[in-house]
């Protein structure tokens, strides 16, 4: 069923030696959800760049989807799936209970509903029983795929069929029987180039041996057969084996063994065409109950095997993190959709950012199992950016991070990395603050078990940073902003708590200094001066103004003054100002017209409107005719437009006015003024 890793990656196939991370980019291990990460390529001379940062990663739980039993399978034990050079994606399996070759078109994703081509039995050179198939590529890069069958000595048998090109050919069929008569009812084909030499691998599930396949240097050439014997005495019942190299160069085939419900290692050491030794691995006891196929993959850096069974529709995933040493955690999730007692499970694929597997299932039916990529991010979860932008994780998880560059390129290449995303962990702060304008607050935050603390930015700020467990300060920030906690854990988890300290800022304009003609008024107040229901003016003093609570009264002074304006809000925020209004006796300042009779106008009479002269010498007005018509001495006194107790005529009249300012200065002028009835 299962003997190797093919992962296809971004479009990459990585055959047997698999996937690792390595150092085309730079990217956190663990980060805290909600925590900033960004990610920067090493190689920035690359001509395209396709981050993907949630891809479908084998650490977490799969999802899966039973597509039914309409593609013509009937009694499959295994299925192979590949991407053609094309991009087209194919998958094989072959028929026990009426001996055909079937071939899965899914077009270019292996999301869509393949449609079915059926073979038949190849000229009558399929095998009975087919049990286990293996596809892979020679050195002139022809497709090959080979199966090993039978239930018996008399029916075992291995084939090799060969598709030339493209996956898409109808395939040649060499059956080379019994090799040796060492084959029986074998399991889990595996075919491998070691220098010039190809060797492949089966076990026996009747005899309980590995046999091996000395090909030579051509893997056209009908093998030699080898038997290995039971390594060990691992071997119980094998009913699949895959196999996978470590870091170190060693090979290993590990072995599900339907009787015993357990797990074999067997291993070459360094070279295939050496001698085997064999161990029983120990995964939970319970997870493992008739098993039926296993598959390995490499991915970030990380080794796993995934085990179906025949008795459940659970998945067994090991996660090798030294796979020299075989130290691995397991876990079996239950009821995973697609899976119906299945009999075989493909290699994964990656598909851009998703990883998809089909089963073959006992009732005759499809299941595809997928990790996908997720949706806990912010923002988009791909780039075509050289340098992305930062993003953030919402829930605890492992994430996957992949970078391929020159896509479509000879010089493609393509790597991995895994995020971990923590939890928040429990942090005291201080909640929001709300301050005038020129005070003063205390900020704190508590958090154990960190490395450092900080507030930050370093804007108007007291103390920002600490290596204990508290971190107390004072801010005095003149606008409203954000203070950010940041707490620095061993992991690399880095906690951003912020806070907003708003900031009520209370302007009171005043206006700018001035000065002024005697008798004339001002407007007093600037257009800097905060307004809005929500606040209360104050003018101090109230002398010569018409509304000491108008953000904009009229002052109408006597003599120079200092105005102080207050503006206050409602949480007692409070802001001042001052304007000087200086009076200058410089000028006789007089109406050009009154209305006598108009007394809804409130200019019925006509006089000086000067309040700094403090002693009249005259004030004379006279008629066209230059009678005098109105003469005072008076500064208060003003002209009711009569003569003798009788109106005058409407008309323009000529003044003359003569006196002293309260600084001693002679003041005289004349002018004209219009009597209107």
């Not at 990459?12 to 991370?21: D, F, P, Q, R």
């Not at 709300?434 to 003063?440: A, K, R």
Request: with cysteine.
């Amino acid at each position: 069923m299962r003997r190797c890793l093919i992962l296809t990656v971004l479009l990459i196939v990585a055959k047997l030696n698999g996937l690792y991370a390595q150092t085309t980019f730079n990217a956190p291990d663990t980060v805290c959800i909600r925590q900033s990460v960004t990610l920067t390529p090493v190689d920035t001379n690359a001509s395209s760049y396709y981050w993907s940062f949630c891809s479908g990663y084998l650490m977490n739980r799969p999802s899966g989807i039973n597509l039914g039993s309409g593609f013509n399978i009937n009694g499959s034990t295994d299925i192979e799936i590949a991407k053609n050079d094309d991009g087209m994606y194919y998958g094989f399996f072959v028929n026990q209970a009426t001996l055909e070759m079937i071939r899965l078109d899914y077009g270019n994703s292996l999301s869509n509903i393949p449609t079915v081509t059926n073979f038949g039995d190849l000229g009558g050179t399929l095998p009975p029983k087919a049990a286990s198939l293996f596809l892979m590529r020679d050195n002139a890069k022809k497709w090959v795929m080979f199966i090993v069958a039978g239930t018996d000595v008399a029916s075992s048998s291995i084939v090799r069929l060969d598709y030339g090109a493209s996956l898409a050919n109808i395939p040649n069929c060499a059956n080379m029987g019994n090799l040796g008569g060492l084959l029986n009812g074998p399991r889990g084909i595996f075919v491998a180039q070691e220098g010039p030499y190809w060797y492949g691998f089966a076990v026996n599930s009747l005899d309980n041996k590995l046999i091996r396949f000395d090909f030579g240097t051509n893997i056209s050439n009908t093998p030699l057969t080898v038997d290995l014997g039971n390594p060990g005495g691992a071997l119980t019942g094998p009913s699949d084996m895959a196999a996978i190299r470590d870091n170190s160069g060693n090979w290993h085939f590990f072995v599900t063994n339907f009787v015993s419900n357990r797990l074999s290692d067997v291993s070459v050491g360094a070279s295939l065409a050496s001698a085997a030794t064999g161990i029983e691995l120990k995964p939970d006891p319970d997870s493992l109950k008739a098993p039926t196929s296993i598959i390995l993959a490499k991915e970030c850096g990380m080794d796993y095997a995934f085990i179906t069974n025949g008795g459940s529709n659970n998945l067994v995933r090991l996660a090798f993190s030294d796979l020299s040493t075989l130290s691995f955690k397991d876990i079996s999730w239950n009821f995973v959709p697609g899976l119906s007692s299945t009999t075989a499970l493909s290699h994964f694929i990656r598909e851009r950012d998703n990883l998809y597997a089909f089963a073959m299932n006992s009732d005759n039916s499809l299941g595809r199992i997928s990790f996908t990529s997720c949706t806990t991010i912010s923002g988009p979860s791909t780039s075509t950016d050289k340098f992305p932008a930062p993003f953030t994780y919402s829930d605890p998880a492992v994430y996957s991070v992949f970078l391929t560059m020159d896509e479509g390129l000879p010089t493609a290449r393509t790597e991995c990395s895994s995020i971990t995303a923590l939890p928040i962990p429990a942090i005291t702060i201080v909640t929001d603050k709300l301050i005038c304008q020129g005070d003063s607050v205390q900020l704190y935050g508590i958090a154990f078990g960190t490395d450092s603390l900080k507030w930050q930015p370093d804007y108007n700020i007291t103390d920002t940073f600490t290596t204990v467990d508290a971190l107390f300060t004072y801010v005095f920030p003149d606008y409203t902003r954000p203070y950010h906690f940041m707490a620095y854990y061993p992991s690399g988890c880095i906690v951003d708590s912020p806070i907003m300290v708003n900031v009520s800022k209370v302007k009171a304009d005043a206006g700018v200094d001035r000065k002024i003609g005697d008798g004339s008024e001002t407007v007093l107040g600037g257009p800097m001066t905060t307004e809005g229901t929500d606040y209360i003016y104050q003018w101090r003093p109230t002398n010569f103004l018409n509304n000491e609570h108008s953000p904009n009264p009229v002052s109408t002074p006597f003599y120079d003054m200092t105005y102080y304006l207050t503006v206050t809000n409602k949480m007692g925020c409070v802001g001042t100002d001052t304007v000087v209004v200086r009076v200058e006796c410089a000028d006789i300042n007089m109406p050009n017209a009154f209305t006598p009779e108009d007394h809804a106008a409130g200019n019925d009479y006509f006089g000086l409107l000067n309040k700094n002269i403090v002693k009249l010498n005259y004030f004379r007005i006279f008629d066209r005719w230059g009678q005098e018509v109105f003469k005072t001495t008076d500064i208060s006194e003003q002209w009711d437009g009569k003569f003798n107790g009788v109106d005058c005529a409407y008309g323009v009249y000529v003044w003359a006015v003569d006196g002293f300012c309260s600084s001693g200065k002679r003041i005289s002028k004349s002018g004209n003024v219009t009597l209107l009835r």
